[in-house]
């Protein structure tokens, strides 16, 4: 796998996902670390939708802790049922958030996110081993086709661990 991704200049959003998930694929063809693969998925969807923060959140001794991430320093341990993070993994089900201050309890790590996507991420066993959270800086990007895809991606995860 050549470590560039090709996306086609002014593909929509549906269309940018289908070009990249076998890339995403092929990237962690082949690589058993975890961490490394995470570091790669983060790097790849931060530099292909742009924005504010990606990045996991695994489960480690019953806590979320912070884990591979492209964007802007944030929270470190977050406890289940909190915040998006904890109530997309206490819940096992993809939470799409517009807006933020409309989330009760919602965890500001950096106060210009506005809105955000979490998804789980399960093992084979179909228990939740992390989450993938999507963040904005804007009220207009996030919406279904994102969480339709971040959970195929969240799938590829599965297959890898
Ligand atoms: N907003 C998240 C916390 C993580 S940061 O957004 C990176 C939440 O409410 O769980």
């Given amino acids: 796998m050549s470590e560039e991704l090709f996306i086609a ?18 990237l962690m063809e082949g690589e058993t670390d975890l961490t490394a693969n995470l570091a790669n998925l983060s790097a790849a969807l931060h530099d292909t939708f742009g924005w ?4 996991f959140y695994w489960v480690k001794n019953n806590e979320l802790v912070l884990s591979p991430f492209q964007g802007p ?3 470190t341990r977050i406890k289940l049922g909190k915040g998006v993070c904890g ?34 991420v399960f093992d084979k066993q179909d228990q939740v081993v992390g989450v993938l959270d999507v963040d904005s ?25």
Avoid: M
């Fill in 87 to 120: 109530t997309a993994w206490k819940e096992a089900k993809s939470q799409l958030v517009p807006d933020v201050n409309a989330f009760p309890g919602h965890i500001a790590c950096s106060g210009s996110s506005v809105s955000e996507i979490v998804v789980p």
């Fill in 73 to 75: 320093i944030a929270c």
């Fill in 52 to 55: 504010w923060w990606v990045g």
């Fill in 9 to 26: 200049a002014g593909a929509g959003k549906k269309e940018t996902y289908e070009s990249l998930i076998p890339q995403l694929a092929a």
């Fill in 137 to 161: 800086e804007r009220y207009d990007v996030l919406d279904e086709t994102d969480v339709f895809y971040l959970e195929r991606i969240s799938q590829l995860i599965t297959e890898i661990i």
